[in-house]
């Protein structure tokens, strides 16, 4: 009877009017049998509606925030991971470790694919990626531009231009969806992983339209010189430096399987 009664009042604490006002993470819920006594608790409450006997609920903890993570592909991998060997990450296993608190709806990697050599083992990290149920992979556009040496004094005898990769719309894609969980209310929290100022317009849009949204943000930024980035770090309500230790806790195993008749294997050297 007792288990019966807590069923109950938990399958009707959703529909209650005060629960309705109060975020829940997790709800210890104590059936009392004596109608007369009660333990000094922050919440009493009676479930009137279905046995009348009293509960005692205790609300140790805040609900979970639906939060939607955004990874800027390559602002990560020149930040954190190039010329590491920690380069087969689960992102689903990086940002339950790190946001642990959080309910995570999403986690979207936007990246390009690159040029050969690199394109095969970027090919199959996207593979493992794909394997994830949280993670969609966002593809913007690979370019290699043609860039001239600005070093003044410099005595190379050669030419003065040299090739520089970049990716595109990866910004643009970003904004793009940020401010589509914005107005679709698809979550409480955005957490941007990217030191790219191009992001502030969106960052504070967000925060005009929605001001009980919050942003977080995270710079990747192994060396000093990366972690200024001081124009995104203001636009947001909190930011940090993304933590490096992570990073070896929460790689893929070797072998991958995508269902495929062949595992996705690590590539070497990640």
């Given at each position: 009877m007792?288990?019966?009664?807590?069923?109950d009042?938990a399958?009707?604490?959703?529909?209650?009017?005060?629960?309705?006002?109060?975020?829940?993470?997790?709800?210890?819920?104590?059936?009392?049998?004596?109608d007369?006594?009660?333990?000094?608790?922050?919440?009493?409450?009676?479930?009137?509606?279905?046995?009348?006997?009293?509960f005692?609920?205790?609300?140790?903890?805040?609900?979970?925030k639906?939060?939607?993570?955004?990874?800027?592909g390559?602002n990560?991998?020149?930040?954190?991971?190039?010329?590491?060997?920690h380069?087969?990450?689960n992102?689903?296993?990086?940002?339950?470790?790190l946001?642990?608190?959080?309910d995570?709806?999403?986690?979207?990697?936007?990246?390009?694919?690159?040029?050969?050599?690199q394109?095969?083992?970027?090919?199959?990290?996207?593979?493992?990626?794909?394997t994830?149920?949280?993670?969609?992979?966002?593809?913007?556009?690979?370019?290699?531009?043609?860039?001239?040496?600005?070093?003044s004094?410099?005595?190379h005898s050669?030419?003065?231009?040299?090739?520089?990769?970049?990716?595109?719309r990866?910004?643009?894609n970003i904004?793009l969806?940020?401010?589509?969980d914005?107005?679709?209310?698809?979550?409480?929290?955005?957490?941007?992983?990217?030191?790219?100022?191009?992001?502030v317009?969106?960052?504070?849009m967000?925060?005009?339209?929605?001001?009980?949204?919050?942003?977080i943000?995270?710079v990747?930024a192994?060396?000093?010189?990366?972690?200024?980035?001081?124009?995104?770090?203001?636009a947001?309500?909190?930011?940090?430096?993304?933590?490096?230790?992570?990073?070896?806790?929460?790689?893929?195993?070797?072998?991958?399987s995508?269902?495929?008749?062949?595992?996705?294997?690590?590539?070497?050297?990640?």
């Amino acid at each position: 009877m007792q288990e019966k009664n807590l069923l109950d009042f938990a399958a009707n604490l959703e529909g209650c009017h005060f629960f309705s006002q109060i975020e829940i993470k997790r709800i210890e819920i104590h059936l009392r049998i004596d109608d007369h006594k009660y333990h000094d608790s922050p919440i009493q409450k009676w479930d009137r509606h279905s046995t009348g006997v009293p509960f005692l609920c205790t609300l140790p903890f805040a609900m979970a925030k639906r939060s939607i993570i955004y990874v800027d592909g390559f602002n990560f991998y020149y930040g954190c991971v190039r010329g590491t060997s920690h380069k087969w990450l689960n992102l689903e296993r990086l940002f339950a470790a790190l946001r642990t608190d959080d309910d995570i709806q999403k986690i979207y990697y936007f990246t390009a694919r690159v040029s050969p050599p690199q394109l095969q083992r970027q090919e199959v990290y996207l593979s493992a990626l794909d394997t994830l149920p949280l993670v969609e992979v966002i593809e913007g556009r690979y370019k290699l531009s043609t860039v001239t040496c600005a070093v003044s004094g410099c005595g190379h005898s050669g030419p003065r231009t040299f090739k520089k990769p970049e990716e595109k719309r990866t910004d643009v894609n970003i904004a793009l969806h940020m401010l589509r969980d914005a107005y679709e209310d698809n979550c409480d929290r955005f957490i941007i992983v990217s030191g790219d100022s191009d992001l502030v317009p969106a960052i504070d849009m967000i925060k005009l339209k929605f001001p009980a949204k919050q942003v977080i943000v995270y710079v990747p930024a192994r060396h000093p010189a990366r972690k200024r980035s001081t124009e995104i770090r203001h636009a947001a309500d909190k930011h940090r430096d993304f933590p490096l230790g992570l990073l070896p806790k929460c790689q893929f195993p070797v072998e991958v399987s995508d269902g495929g008749r062949r595992p996705l294997r690590k590539p070497p050297g990640w």
